[in-house]
Protein backbone atom coordinates (compact mmCIF):
# COMPACT_ATOMS: atom_id res chain seq x y z
CA UNK A 1 0.00 0.00 0.00
CA UNK A 2 1.26 3.73 -0.54
CA UNK A 3 2.43 5.30 2.35
CA UNK A 4 4.63 8.65 2.68
CA UNK A 5 6.57 10.38 5.38
CA UNK A 6 4.74 13.27 4.71
CA UNK A 7 3.68 15.11 8.18
CA UNK A 8 0.54 16.49 6.14
CA UNK A 9 -2.47 15.10 4.22
CA UNK A 10 -1.58 14.23 0.24
CA UNK A 11 -1.75 17.10 -2.07
CA UNK A 12 -4.01 17.54 -4.59
CA UNK A 13 -3.14 15.92 -7.81
CA UNK A 14 -3.86 17.91 -11.35
CA UNK A 15 -4.77 15.77 -14.20
CA UNK A 16 -7.23 17.02 -17.05
CA UNK A 17 -8.99 13.98 -18.56
CA UNK A 18 -9.84 14.02 -22.48
CA UNK A 19 -12.01 11.59 -23.85
CA UNK A 20 -12.73 10.54 -27.59
CA UNK A 21 -15.07 9.59 -30.09
CA UNK A 22 -15.42 9.79 -33.48
CA UNK A 23 -16.01 8.48 -36.86
CA UNK A 24 -14.80 5.29 -38.68
CA UNK A 25 -13.57 6.23 -42.49
CA UNK A 26 -16.59 4.53 -44.40
CA UNK A 27 -17.91 5.47 -47.99
CA UNK A 28 -21.18 4.01 -47.16
CA UNK A 29 -21.76 5.91 -44.14
CA UNK A 30 -20.27 9.26 -45.22
CA UNK A 31 -17.18 10.64 -47.13
CA UNK A 32 -14.15 10.47 -46.15
CA UNK A 33 -13.01 13.44 -44.69
CA UNK A 34 -9.40 15.89 -45.63
CA UNK A 35 -7.50 13.35 -43.06
CA UNK A 36 -4.16 15.91 -42.68
CA UNK A 37 -6.40 18.60 -42.17
CA UNK A 38 -8.45 17.19 -39.52
CA UNK A 39 -4.99 15.96 -37.77
CA UNK A 40 -4.02 19.82 -37.95
CA UNK A 41 -7.32 20.44 -36.33
CA UNK A 42 -6.53 17.97 -33.61
CA UNK A 43 -3.13 18.85 -32.72
CA UNK A 44 -4.43 22.89 -32.47
CA UNK A 45 -6.77 21.50 -30.14
CA UNK A 46 -4.28 19.57 -28.46
CA UNK A 47 -2.18 22.65 -28.01
CA UNK A 48 -5.01 24.71 -26.84
CA UNK A 49 -6.33 22.35 -23.88
CA UNK A 50 -2.11 22.26 -22.62
CA UNK A 51 -2.15 25.58 -23.00
CA UNK A 52 -5.20 25.89 -20.37
CA UNK A 53 -3.21 23.04 -18.20
CA UNK A 54 -0.16 25.12 -18.30
CA UNK A 55 -2.14 28.19 -17.47
CA UNK A 56 -3.46 26.76 -14.39
CA UNK A 57 -0.39 25.02 -13.23
CA UNK A 58 1.52 28.86 -14.00
CA UNK A 59 -1.34 30.72 -11.54
CA UNK A 60 -2.35 28.23 -9.56
CA UNK A 61 0.50 25.44 -9.13
CA UNK A 62 0.62 26.30 -5.58
CA UNK A 63 -2.69 24.72 -5.23
CA UNK A 64 -1.51 21.08 -6.27
CA UNK A 65 1.16 18.48 -5.69
CA UNK A 66 3.47 18.73 -9.02
CA UNK A 67 5.40 16.16 -8.19
CA UNK A 68 8.28 18.41 -6.95
CA UNK A 69 11.95 16.79 -7.16
CA UNK A 70 10.36 13.26 -8.08
CA UNK A 71 8.89 12.35 -11.58
CA UNK A 72 6.53 15.35 -12.51
CA UNK A 73 3.08 13.26 -13.41
CA UNK A 74 1.58 13.41 -16.66
CA UNK A 75 -1.22 16.32 -16.51
CA UNK A 76 -2.93 15.39 -19.94
CA UNK A 77 -4.45 12.09 -19.74
CA UNK A 78 -6.39 10.44 -23.43
CA UNK A 79 -9.08 8.25 -22.99
CA UNK A 80 -9.87 6.54 -25.84
CA UNK A 81 -11.53 3.11 -27.62
CA UNK A 82 -8.81 3.31 -30.38
CA UNK A 83 -10.97 2.27 -32.76
CA UNK A 84 -10.08 3.04 -36.39
CA UNK A 85 -10.48 6.37 -37.50
CA UNK A 86 -10.44 9.59 -35.63
CA UNK A 87 -10.03 7.34 -31.96
CA UNK A 88 -6.70 6.51 -33.74
CA UNK A 89 -5.57 9.82 -35.03
CA UNK A 90 -6.16 11.48 -32.01
CA UNK A 91 -3.80 8.87 -30.41
CA UNK A 92 -1.31 9.61 -32.95
CA UNK A 93 -1.07 13.41 -33.23
CA UNK A 94 -0.47 13.23 -29.61
CA UNK A 95 2.08 10.71 -30.14
CA UNK A 96 3.54 13.39 -32.27
CA UNK A 97 3.78 16.41 -30.28
CA UNK A 98 7.56 15.54 -28.89
CA UNK A 99 7.41 18.30 -26.60
CA UNK A 100 3.84 17.23 -24.43
CA UNK A 101 3.63 13.69 -21.93
CA UNK A 102 0.24 12.30 -22.09
CA UNK A 103 -0.57 9.83 -20.40
CA UNK A 104 -3.09 6.86 -22.75
CA UNK A 105 -5.70 5.05 -21.05
CA UNK A 106 -7.91 2.35 -23.23
CA UNK A 107 -11.64 1.11 -22.08
CA UNK A 108 -12.02 -1.52 -25.24
CA UNK A 109 -15.82 -2.81 -25.77
CA UNK A 110 -14.38 -6.40 -25.74
CA UNK A 111 -11.61 -8.42 -24.49
CA UNK A 112 -8.45 -7.13 -27.09
CA UNK A 113 -8.84 -10.51 -28.67
CA UNK A 114 -12.20 -10.11 -30.07
CA UNK A 115 -11.97 -6.77 -30.90
CA UNK A 116 -9.21 -6.96 -32.87
CA UNK A 117 -11.82 -8.59 -34.98
CA UNK A 118 -13.26 -5.05 -35.76
CA UNK A 119 -10.11 -4.04 -37.73
CA UNK A 120 -8.92 -5.11 -41.08
CA UNK A 121 -5.23 -4.78 -39.79
CA UNK A 122 -4.85 -4.87 -36.18
CA UNK A 123 -1.25 -3.67 -36.37
CA UNK A 124 -1.28 -0.21 -35.36
CA UNK A 125 -4.21 -0.70 -32.84
CA UNK A 126 -1.88 -3.31 -31.06
CA UNK A 127 1.22 -0.39 -30.99
CA UNK A 128 -1.05 2.33 -29.96
CA UNK A 129 -1.99 0.11 -27.32
CA UNK A 130 1.27 -0.80 -25.84
CA UNK A 131 1.82 2.83 -24.82
CA UNK A 132 -1.46 2.41 -22.51
CA UNK A 133 -1.17 2.91 -19.28
CA UNK A 134 -4.34 1.13 -18.61
CA UNK A 135 -6.51 -1.03 -20.22
CA UNK A 136 -9.89 -1.95 -19.22
CA UNK A 137 -11.25 -5.14 -21.42
CA UNK A 138 -15.54 -4.38 -21.30
CA UNK A 139 -17.17 -8.10 -21.21
CA UNK A 140 -19.32 -6.97 -24.69
CA UNK A 141 -21.45 -9.46 -26.56
CA UNK A 142 -21.43 -9.33 -30.48
CA UNK A 143 -24.92 -8.48 -31.53
CA UNK A 144 -26.88 -5.81 -34.39
CA UNK A 145 -28.12 -4.10 -31.15
CA UNK A 146 -24.42 -2.38 -30.38
CA UNK A 147 -25.07 -2.33 -26.82
CA UNK A 148 -21.14 -3.27 -26.63
CA UNK A 149 -20.36 0.56 -27.82
CA UNK A 150 -23.11 2.13 -26.57
CA UNK A 151 -21.42 0.87 -23.14
CA UNK A 152 -18.02 1.01 -24.30
CA UNK A 153 -18.93 5.09 -24.96
CA UNK A 154 -19.97 5.59 -21.48
CA UNK A 155 -16.91 4.31 -20.08
CA UNK A 156 -14.96 6.82 -21.90
CA UNK A 157 -17.46 9.46 -20.51
CA UNK A 158 -16.93 8.34 -16.97
CA UNK A 159 -13.26 9.08 -17.27
CA UNK A 160 -14.09 12.14 -19.36
CA UNK A 161 -13.67 16.31 -18.13
CA UNK A 162 -13.76 17.29 -21.51
CA UNK A 163 -15.01 15.35 -24.61
CA UNK A 164 -13.03 15.78 -28.14
CA UNK A 165 -15.80 14.44 -30.88
CA UNK A 166 -14.53 14.06 -34.79
CA UNK A 167 -17.88 14.37 -35.65
CA UNK A 168 -20.49 15.45 -38.89
CA UNK A 169 -22.76 16.72 -36.45
CA UNK A 170 -25.72 14.32 -37.38
CA UNK A 171 -27.60 12.40 -34.84
CA UNK A 172 -27.13 8.31 -34.90
CA UNK A 173 -29.77 5.93 -35.68
CA UNK A 174 -28.34 4.04 -33.41
CA UNK A 175 -26.80 3.63 -30.10
CA UNK A 176 -23.53 3.62 -29.48
CA UNK A 177 -22.28 6.43 -32.30
CA UNK A 178 -20.36 9.41 -32.11
CA UNK A 179 -23.47 11.33 -32.00
CA UNK A 180 -25.09 9.47 -29.14
CA UNK A 181 -22.24 9.72 -27.33
CA UNK A 182 -21.91 13.52 -27.90
CA UNK A 183 -25.69 13.85 -27.14
CA UNK A 184 -25.06 12.18 -23.87
CA UNK A 185 -21.77 13.81 -23.03
CA UNK A 186 -24.12 17.37 -22.92
CA UNK A 187 -26.81 15.50 -20.72
CA UNK A 188 -23.93 14.86 -18.73
CA UNK A 189 -22.13 18.55 -18.60
CA UNK A 190 -19.63 17.48 -20.34
CA UNK A 191 -17.90 20.11 -22.26
CA UNK A 192 -17.90 19.25 -25.78
CA UNK A 193 -14.92 20.20 -28.12
CA UNK A 194 -16.63 19.30 -31.68
CA UNK A 195 -14.12 19.45 -34.84
CA UNK A 196 -16.24 18.55 -37.86
CA UNK A 197 -15.85 15.63 -39.83
CA UNK A 198 -15.76 17.79 -42.52
CA UNK A 199 -15.69 21.45 -42.91
CA UNK A 200 -19.61 22.19 -44.01
CA UNK A 201 -21.80 25.20 -41.67
CA UNK A 202 -25.01 22.70 -41.87
CA UNK A 203 -25.08 21.94 -38.46
CA UNK A 204 -24.04 23.44 -35.16
CA UNK A 205 -23.87 22.59 -31.73
CA UNK A 206 -25.29 24.52 -28.86
CA UNK A 207 -24.03 28.12 -28.72
CA UNK A 208 -22.47 27.60 -25.27
CA UNK A 209 -20.67 24.78 -25.93
CA UNK A 210 -17.06 24.51 -27.64
CA UNK A 211 -17.69 23.63 -31.05
CA UNK A 212 -14.07 23.92 -33.99
CA UNK A 213 -13.75 23.58 -37.46
CA UNK A 214 -10.14 24.10 -39.26
CA UNK A 215 -11.35 27.39 -40.86
CA UNK A 216 -12.53 28.89 -37.37
CA UNK A 217 -10.71 27.01 -34.36
CA UNK A 218 -8.68 30.37 -33.81
CA UNK A 219 -12.03 31.81 -32.95
CA UNK A 220 -12.61 29.49 -29.79
CA UNK A 221 -9.01 29.02 -28.52
CA UNK A 222 -9.65 31.43 -25.76
CA UNK A 223 -13.02 29.88 -24.94
CA UNK A 224 -11.79 26.52 -24.80
CA UNK A 225 -8.27 27.42 -22.70
CA UNK A 226 -10.84 29.09 -19.90
CA UNK A 227 -13.14 25.64 -19.82
CA UNK A 228 -10.07 23.94 -18.96
CA UNK A 229 -9.21 26.65 -16.22
CA UNK A 230 -12.76 26.41 -15.15
CA UNK A 231 -12.59 22.85 -14.83
CA UNK A 232 -9.50 22.61 -12.92
CA UNK A 233 -9.31 25.64 -10.60
CA UNK A 234 -11.18 25.18 -7.23
CA UNK A 235 -13.86 27.64 -6.70
CA UNK A 236 -13.49 30.75 -4.79
CA UNK A 237 -12.10 30.52 -1.81
CA UNK A 238 -14.05 32.53 1.34
CA UNK A 239 -11.82 32.97 4.51
CA UNK A 240 -12.27 30.39 7.12
CA UNK A 241 -10.61 31.82 9.68
CA UNK A 242 -7.55 33.27 11.85
CA UNK A 243 -4.87 30.81 12.59
CA UNK A 244 -1.16 32.18 13.58
CA UNK A 245 -2.78 36.19 13.21
CA UNK A 246 -2.95 35.33 9.67
CA UNK A 247 -6.21 34.88 7.45
CA UNK A 248 -7.15 30.81 6.46
CA UNK A 249 -9.28 29.18 3.67
CA UNK A 250 -10.87 25.74 4.51
CA UNK A 251 -8.68 24.38 2.19
CA UNK A 252 -5.29 25.81 3.43
CA UNK A 253 -7.21 24.38 6.16
CA UNK A 254 -6.94 21.06 5.35
CA UNK A 255 -3.80 20.77 3.76
CA UNK A 256 -2.14 22.08 6.69
CA UNK A 257 -3.62 19.51 9.05
CA UNK A 258 -0.90 17.05 11.10
CA UNK A 259 -0.94 14.04 12.53
CA UNK A 260 -3.31 14.47 15.69
CA UNK A 261 -1.87 12.45 19.14
CA UNK A 262 -3.77 13.21 22.33
CA UNK A 263 -6.64 15.24 23.24
CA UNK A 264 -8.71 15.58 26.68
CA UNK A 265 -11.79 15.89 24.94
CA UNK A 266 -11.76 12.97 22.75
CA UNK A 267 -13.71 10.50 24.17
CA UNK A 268 -16.29 11.59 25.86
CA UNK A 269 -18.86 11.08 23.65
CA UNK A 270 -17.89 7.64 23.28
CA UNK A 271 -18.35 7.25 26.94
CA UNK A 272 -21.79 9.23 27.34
CA UNK A 273 -23.40 7.45 24.49
CA UNK A 274 -22.12 4.12 25.73
CA UNK A 275 -23.17 4.60 29.31
CA UNK A 276 -26.68 5.84 28.02
CA UNK A 277 -27.40 3.30 25.34
CA UNK A 278 -25.82 0.40 27.42
CA UNK A 279 -23.09 -0.57 24.79
CA UNK A 280 -20.10 0.78 27.26
CA UNK A 281 -20.63 -2.32 29.45
CA UNK A 282 -19.15 -4.83 27.26
CA UNK A 283 -15.64 -5.90 27.85
CA UNK A 284 -14.20 -4.34 24.65
CA UNK A 285 -15.69 -0.84 25.14
CA UNK A 286 -15.07 -0.94 28.95
CA UNK A 287 -11.55 -1.43 28.02
CA UNK A 288 -11.91 0.87 25.04
CA UNK A 289 -13.18 4.20 26.83
CA UNK A 290 -12.12 3.55 30.76
CA UNK A 291 -8.36 3.95 30.05
CA UNK A 292 -5.84 5.98 29.20
CA UNK A 293 -5.78 5.50 25.63
CA UNK A 294 -9.15 6.31 25.14
CA UNK A 295 -7.33 9.81 25.13
CA UNK A 296 -4.64 9.05 22.23
CA UNK A 297 -5.21 9.34 18.79
CA UNK A 298 -4.17 6.61 16.40
CA UNK A 299 -1.89 7.21 13.58
CA UNK A 300 -4.30 7.83 10.47
CA UNK A 301 -2.07 5.96 7.49
CA UNK A 302 -1.79 2.81 10.23
CA UNK A 303 -4.96 2.47 11.56
CA UNK A 304 -6.44 2.54 8.10
CA UNK A 305 -3.73 0.01 6.58
CA UNK A 306 -4.60 -1.94 9.11
CA UNK A 307 -8.53 -1.64 8.39
CA UNK A 308 -8.28 -2.14 4.82
CA UNK A 309 -5.50 -5.35 5.18
CA UNK A 310 -8.30 -6.54 7.33
CA UNK A 311 -11.17 -6.22 4.98
CA UNK A 312 -9.82 -7.60 2.04
CA UNK A 313 -8.32 -10.30 2.93
CA UNK A 314 -9.63 -12.77 0.50
CA UNK A 315 -11.32 -10.69 -1.55
CA UNK A 316 -10.51 -9.12 -5.33
CA UNK A 317 -8.68 -6.26 -3.31
CA UNK A 318 -6.67 -8.81 -1.40
CA UNK A 319 -3.23 -7.21 -0.94
CA UNK A 320 -1.54 -10.66 -0.14
CA UNK A 321 1.96 -10.82 -2.27
CA UNK A 322 1.18 -14.19 -2.95
CA UNK A 323 -1.68 -13.51 -5.27
CA UNK A 324 -0.07 -11.78 -7.96
CA UNK A 325 -3.40 -10.18 -10.07
CA UNK A 326 -5.11 -8.99 -6.47
CA UNK A 327 -2.09 -7.89 -5.29
CA UNK A 328 -1.78 -5.41 -8.38
CA UNK A 329 -5.12 -5.04 -8.77
CA UNK A 330 -4.91 -3.64 -4.82
CA UNK A 331 -1.32 -1.40 -5.45
CA UNK A 332 -3.18 0.43 -8.16
CA UNK A 333 -6.71 1.31 -6.22
CA UNK A 334 -4.83 1.82 -3.24
CA UNK A 335 -2.13 4.41 -4.73
CA UNK A 336 -4.56 6.17 -5.77
CA UNK A 337 -7.14 6.30 -2.67
CA UNK A 338 -5.33 5.06 0.11
CA UNK A 339 -3.62 7.95 1.67
CA UNK A 340 -6.58 10.60 0.36
CA UNK A 341 -8.99 8.58 2.28
CA UNK A 342 -7.00 7.60 5.40
CA UNK A 343 -6.25 11.48 6.33
CA UNK A 344 -9.65 12.29 5.91
CA UNK A 345 -11.32 9.89 7.46
CA UNK A 346 -9.16 9.99 10.10
CA UNK A 347 -9.31 13.98 10.83
CA UNK A 348 -12.93 13.68 10.13
CA UNK A 349 -13.26 11.80 13.23
CA UNK A 350 -10.89 13.27 15.50
CA UNK A 351 -12.87 16.36 14.61
CA UNK A 352 -16.05 14.70 15.30
CA UNK A 353 -15.17 13.52 18.54
CA UNK A 354 -13.87 16.79 19.79
CA UNK A 355 -17.23 18.48 18.50
CA UNK A 356 -19.26 15.90 20.70
CA UNK A 357 -17.19 15.85 23.19
CA UNK A 358 -17.33 19.53 23.40
CA UNK A 359 -20.80 20.01 23.74
CA UNK A 360 -21.48 16.33 26.51
CA UNK A 361 -18.85 18.36 28.61
CA UNK A 362 -19.91 21.68 28.83
CA UNK A 363 -23.80 20.82 28.91
CA UNK A 364 -22.83 18.35 32.20
CA UNK A 365 -20.56 20.73 33.33
CA UNK A 366 -23.68 23.27 33.21
CA UNK A 367 -26.11 21.35 35.48
CA UNK A 368 -22.57 20.50 37.71
CA UNK A 369 -21.79 23.91 38.10
CA UNK A 370 -25.43 24.53 39.28
CA UNK A 371 -24.67 22.09 41.99
CA UNK A 372 -21.91 23.94 42.92
CA UNK A 373 -23.66 27.29 43.29
CA UNK A 374 -25.61 25.80 45.99
CA UNK A 375 -23.71 23.18 47.27
CA UNK A 376 -21.30 25.57 50.30
CA UNK A 377 -24.68 26.45 51.51
CA UNK A 378 -26.44 23.42 51.50
CA UNK A 379 -23.85 21.43 53.07
CA UNK A 380 -24.03 23.99 56.26
CA UNK A 381 -19.43 24.85 55.43
CA UNK A 382 -18.56 28.04 56.96
CA UNK A 383 -19.15 31.23 55.29
CA UNK A 384 -15.59 31.76 54.00
CA UNK A 385 -15.38 28.01 52.40
CA UNK A 386 -18.47 28.90 50.25
CA UNK A 387 -15.19 30.62 47.81
CA UNK A 388 -14.07 27.68 47.34
CA UNK A 389 -17.33 26.17 45.32
CA UNK A 390 -17.89 29.56 44.37
CA UNK A 391 -14.38 29.30 42.73
CA UNK A 392 -14.94 25.84 40.98
CA UNK A 393 -18.23 27.15 39.69
CA UNK A 394 -16.43 29.61 38.45
CA UNK A 395 -13.64 27.68 36.86
CA UNK A 396 -16.42 25.15 35.59
CA UNK A 397 -18.21 28.20 33.15
CA UNK A 398 -14.65 29.83 31.94
CA UNK A 399 -13.94 25.96 30.76
CA UNK A 400 -17.54 26.04 28.87
CA UNK A 401 -17.06 29.76 27.60
CA UNK A 402 -13.58 28.31 26.73
CA UNK A 403 -14.31 25.19 25.16
CA UNK A 404 -17.02 26.45 23.01
CA UNK A 405 -15.17 29.65 21.92
CA UNK A 406 -12.60 27.76 20.87
CA UNK A 407 -14.43 25.01 19.39
CA UNK A 408 -16.38 27.68 17.21
CA UNK A 409 -12.90 29.49 16.50
CA UNK A 410 -11.35 26.50 14.94
CA UNK A 411 -14.13 25.23 13.53
CA UNK A 412 -14.26 21.33 14.46
CA UNK A 413 -17.80 21.13 13.74
CA UNK A 414 -17.71 22.11 10.26
CA UNK A 415 -14.35 20.58 9.82
CA UNK A 416 -15.50 16.84 10.73
CA UNK A 417 -18.43 17.49 7.91
CA UNK A 418 -15.91 18.42 5.33
CA UNK A 419 -13.54 15.78 5.90
CA UNK A 420 -16.71 13.25 6.43
CA UNK A 421 -18.24 14.28 3.09
CA UNK A 422 -14.73 13.60 1.45
CA UNK A 423 -14.07 10.71 2.96
CA UNK A 424 -17.39 9.07 2.19
CA UNK A 425 -17.12 9.73 -1.51
CA UNK A 426 -13.59 8.69 -1.57
CA UNK A 427 -14.74 4.89 -0.27
CA UNK A 428 -17.00 5.16 -2.75
CA UNK A 429 -14.73 6.08 -5.75
CA UNK A 430 -12.59 3.03 -4.42
CA UNK A 431 -15.17 0.76 -5.06
CA UNK A 432 -16.11 2.27 -8.31
CA UNK A 433 -13.17 2.09 -9.73
CA UNK A 434 -13.62 -1.95 -9.94
CA UNK A 435 -16.13 -0.52 -12.58
CA UNK A 436 -14.56 1.64 -14.70
CA UNK A 437 -14.48 4.70 -12.37
CA UNK A 438 -16.13 7.73 -12.25
CA UNK A 439 -19.55 8.53 -12.35
CA UNK A 440 -20.49 9.64 -8.83
CA UNK A 441 -23.04 12.97 -9.60
CA UNK A 442 -23.57 15.42 -6.31
CA UNK A 443 -27.11 17.10 -6.64
CA UNK A 444 -29.23 18.79 -3.65
CA UNK A 445 -33.11 19.41 -3.62
CA UNK A 446 -33.99 23.02 -5.16
CA UNK A 447 -35.57 23.28 -1.02
CA UNK A 448 -31.72 22.88 0.58
CA UNK A 449 -30.01 25.30 -1.80
CA UNK A 450 -29.94 27.75 0.99
CA UNK A 451 -27.25 24.99 2.52
CA UNK A 452 -24.84 26.00 -0.50
CA UNK A 453 -23.98 24.19 -3.42
CA UNK A 454 -22.21 20.55 -2.34
CA UNK A 455 -20.07 21.17 -5.61
CA UNK A 456 -18.98 24.84 -5.53
CA UNK A 457 -16.60 23.31 -2.11
CA UNK A 458 -13.20 23.24 -2.06
CA UNK A 459 -13.77 19.48 -0.79
CA UNK A 460 -15.60 18.75 -4.40
CA UNK A 461 -12.72 20.18 -6.11
CA UNK A 462 -10.03 18.01 -4.38
CA UNK A 463 -12.35 14.75 -4.69
CA UNK A 464 -12.62 15.40 -8.52
CA UNK A 465 -8.88 15.99 -8.89
CA UNK A 466 -8.08 12.72 -6.85
CA UNK A 467 -10.88 10.33 -8.93
CA UNK A 468 -9.12 12.16 -12.34
CA UNK A 469 -6.05 11.28 -11.48
CA UNK A 470 -7.09 7.77 -10.08
CA UNK A 471 -8.29 6.96 -14.04
CA UNK A 472 -9.09 2.98 -15.05
CA UNK A 473 -7.68 0.10 -13.48
CA UNK A 474 -5.93 -2.76 -15.82
CA UNK A 475 -8.74 -5.46 -15.59
CA UNK A 476 -10.58 -7.51 -17.70
CA UNK A 477 -14.67 -8.29 -16.97
CA UNK A 478 -14.79 -11.89 -17.08
CA UNK A 479 -16.99 -13.44 -15.13
CA UNK A 480 -14.74 -14.64 -12.33
CA UNK A 481 -13.99 -10.84 -11.57
CA UNK A 482 -17.45 -9.76 -11.93
CA UNK A 483 -18.47 -12.35 -9.50
CA UNK A 484 -15.54 -11.15 -7.35
CA UNK A 485 -16.09 -7.51 -7.35
CA UNK A 486 -20.05 -8.34 -6.64
CA UNK A 487 -18.92 -9.94 -3.76
CA UNK A 488 -16.37 -7.42 -2.72
CA UNK A 489 -19.46 -4.61 -3.26
CA UNK A 490 -21.45 -6.71 -1.22
CA UNK A 491 -19.64 -7.39 1.45
CA UNK A 492 -17.01 -4.86 2.08
CA UNK A 493 -19.53 -1.83 0.96
CA UNK A 494 -23.58 -2.54 1.03
CA UNK A 495 -23.52 -5.07 4.00
CA UNK A 496 -21.17 -3.08 6.30
CA UNK A 497 -22.84 0.18 5.74
CA UNK A 498 -26.28 -2.19 6.46
CA UNK A 499 -24.16 -3.06 9.77
CA UNK A 500 -23.25 0.42 10.27
CA UNK A 501 -26.75 1.68 10.12
CA UNK A 502 -28.18 -1.25 12.13
CA UNK A 503 -25.65 -0.10 14.79
CA UNK A 504 -26.42 3.52 14.73
CA UNK A 505 -30.41 3.19 14.78
CA UNK A 506 -30.66 1.22 17.41
CA UNK A 507 -27.55 3.55 19.49
CA UNK A 508 -29.73 6.67 18.84
CA UNK A 509 -33.22 5.15 19.72
CA UNK A 510 -31.61 3.74 22.65
CA UNK A 511 -30.21 7.16 23.55
CA UNK A 512 -33.17 9.07 22.54
CA UNK A 513 -35.25 6.78 24.40
CA UNK A 514 -33.11 5.75 27.93
CA UNK A 515 -32.77 9.96 28.32
CA UNK A 516 -36.45 10.57 27.46
CA UNK A 517 -36.92 8.24 30.74
CA UNK A 518 -33.97 9.53 32.87
CA UNK A 519 -35.57 12.94 32.23
CA UNK A 520 -38.78 12.04 33.46
CA UNK A 521 -37.90 9.71 36.12
CA UNK A 522 -35.66 12.82 37.49
CA UNK A 523 -38.66 14.93 37.09
CA UNK A 524 -40.79 12.51 38.98
CA UNK A 525 -37.77 12.57 42.06
CA UNK A 526 -37.91 16.68 41.77
CA UNK A 527 -41.46 16.52 42.21
CA UNK A 528 -41.51 14.04 45.09
CA UNK A 529 -38.72 16.28 46.77
CA UNK A 530 -41.04 19.45 46.53
CA UNK A 531 -43.57 17.57 47.79
CA UNK A 532 -41.58 16.35 50.75
CA UNK A 533 -40.40 20.21 51.75
CA UNK A 534 -44.23 21.28 51.42
CA UNK A 535 -45.91 19.10 53.06
CA UNK A 536 -43.45 17.13 55.89
CA UNK A 537 -42.07 18.98 58.79
CA UNK A 538 -38.20 17.52 58.25
CA UNK A 539 -34.97 19.32 59.91
CA UNK A 540 -33.15 21.99 58.51
CA UNK A 541 -30.06 20.38 56.99
CA UNK A 542 -32.84 17.96 55.44
CA UNK A 543 -34.94 20.70 53.55
CA UNK A 544 -31.90 22.23 52.49
CA UNK A 545 -30.51 18.76 50.90
CA UNK A 546 -34.64 18.28 49.04
CA UNK A 547 -34.14 22.37 47.92
CA UNK A 548 -30.56 21.57 46.16
CA UNK A 549 -32.04 18.34 44.59
CA UNK A 550 -35.42 20.18 43.23
CA UNK A 551 -32.61 23.10 42.16
CA UNK A 552 -30.08 20.19 40.30
CA UNK A 553 -31.99 17.69 38.75
CA UNK A 554 -33.86 20.32 36.54
CA UNK A 555 -30.28 21.18 35.39
CA UNK A 556 -29.64 17.96 34.82
CA UNK A 557 -32.76 17.52 32.69
CA UNK A 558 -32.03 20.67 30.68
CA UNK A 559 -28.12 19.47 30.37
CA UNK A 560 -29.62 16.20 29.02
CA UNK A 561 -32.10 17.41 26.79
CA UNK A 562 -29.73 19.70 25.19
CA UNK A 563 -26.95 16.95 24.76
CA UNK A 564 -30.11 14.69 22.85
CA UNK A 565 -30.65 17.85 20.84
CA UNK A 566 -27.15 19.07 19.78
CA UNK A 567 -26.97 14.74 18.99
CA UNK A 568 -29.73 14.86 16.39
CA UNK A 569 -30.82 11.86 18.24
CA UNK A 570 -34.28 10.95 16.62
CA UNK A 571 -33.50 12.05 13.32
CA UNK A 572 -30.44 10.23 12.84
CA UNK A 573 -32.41 7.30 14.43
CA UNK A 574 -34.87 7.89 11.90
CA UNK A 575 -32.44 8.55 9.22
CA UNK A 576 -30.17 5.27 9.76
CA UNK A 577 -33.54 3.06 9.89
CA UNK A 578 -34.36 4.31 6.32
CA UNK A 579 -30.92 3.89 5.03
CA UNK A 580 -30.94 0.22 6.22
CA UNK A 581 -33.97 -1.01 4.64
CA UNK A 582 -33.06 1.15 1.36
CA UNK A 583 -29.95 -0.33 1.53
CA UNK A 584 -31.50 -3.96 2.24
CA UNK A 585 -33.20 -4.01 -0.83
CA UNK A 586 -30.59 -2.68 -3.32
CA UNK A 587 -28.59 -5.19 -1.89
CA UNK A 588 -30.80 -7.74 -2.80
CA UNK A 589 -31.31 -6.70 -6.14
CA UNK A 590 -27.37 -5.98 -6.75
CA UNK A 591 -26.59 -9.56 -5.65
CA UNK A 592 -28.96 -11.03 -7.86
CA UNK A 593 -27.72 -9.46 -11.00
CA UNK A 594 -25.96 -12.20 -13.22
CA UNK A 595 -22.24 -12.13 -13.83
CA UNK A 596 -20.89 -14.39 -17.22
CA UNK A 597 -18.42 -14.00 -19.44
CA UNK A 598 -18.87 -11.62 -22.69
CA UNK A 599 -23.04 -11.37 -22.29
CA UNK A 600 -22.66 -7.80 -21.38
CA UNK A 601 -23.54 -8.13 -17.46
CA UNK A 602 -20.99 -5.60 -16.21
CA UNK A 603 -23.36 -3.02 -17.81
CA UNK A 604 -26.51 -3.89 -15.55
CA UNK A 605 -24.23 -4.34 -12.56
CA UNK A 606 -22.51 -1.07 -12.98
CA UNK A 607 -25.80 0.15 -13.31
CA UNK A 608 -27.09 -1.18 -10.00
CA UNK A 609 -23.49 0.48 -8.44
CA UNK A 610 -24.82 3.51 -9.56
CA UNK A 611 -28.04 3.43 -7.77
CA UNK A 612 -26.43 2.22 -4.51
CA UNK A 613 -23.27 5.37 -4.92
CA UNK A 614 -26.49 7.69 -5.70
CA UNK A 615 -28.00 6.40 -2.36
CA UNK A 616 -25.37 7.11 -0.40
CA UNK A 617 -24.36 10.28 -2.02
CA UNK A 618 -27.96 12.09 -0.95
CA UNK A 619 -28.01 10.49 2.47
CA UNK A 620 -24.81 11.80 3.13
CA UNK A 621 -25.85 15.37 1.88
CA UNK A 622 -28.84 15.02 3.89
CA UNK A 623 -26.58 14.29 6.77
CA UNK A 624 -24.68 17.65 5.94
CA UNK A 625 -27.65 19.53 6.47
CA UNK A 626 -29.08 17.74 9.56
CA UNK A 627 -26.23 18.32 11.22
CA UNK A 628 -25.03 21.50 9.96
CA UNK A 629 -27.29 23.45 12.00
CA UNK A 630 -25.73 22.20 15.19
CA UNK A 631 -22.64 24.21 16.07
CA UNK A 632 -21.37 24.64 19.37
CA UNK A 633 -23.37 27.02 21.33
CA UNK A 634 -23.07 28.88 25.04
CA UNK A 635 -26.88 28.59 25.30
Known amino acids: MASSSSPH ?24 PDIPKLRKTIEDVLRCIIDGIEDVERTRGYMFDLGGDRVRPRKLRI ?3 LA ?57 ERNPSSLAYEAVGRAVLNQSDLLLAVWDGEREQGKGGT ?35 AGNFKADAWKLRFIVRDLLQPPQEETSTWEHNQETTKREQYFDETQKKFNLLHPWWQFFSGIVSGEIFSRKNVKTLLFLPAFFVQNFEEATRTQWVRECRNTILDPDPTNQKTRALASTVDDSYFRHYAWANGLSVYYANLYRGAFVVSYLLAAVAVFLALFGWAGGF ?22 TTWGRHMQWHERSIDYRMLAERLRLARCLALFGGGGQQVSMAAHLATYGNPTATWMHWHYQAIERAAGLVNARFTSDYLQATKDFWCKNLIEDQIEYHSNASRRYQKLDENVHDVSFL ?26 LTAACLPALVSALAGIRTQAEAQRLFRRSLAMKENLKKLNGEFASSPARDDKGDSQPLRAGADRITEL ?18 TT
Not at 12 to 29: I, Y
Not at 189 to 208: E, F, Y
Not at 616 to 629: C, F, I, S
Request: one cysteine or more.
Open 9 to 32: PPGTPLVLRVGVTGHRPDETKRPT
Open 79 to 81: VSA
Open 84 to 140: EGADQWVVEVADGLTDVKYDLQCPLPFSREEYEKDFADPTNFRKLLKGASAVLELDG
Open 179 to 213: GAVVEEALQRGIPVVWVAWQDKNSTRLPDWQIKTR
Open 382 to 403: PHEQHRIWVGLEFTFIVTILVV
Open 522 to 547: LFVITLIACGMHLLLPVEESFAKGLI
Open 616 to 633: MVKEMLDWRVVVEDRPLE
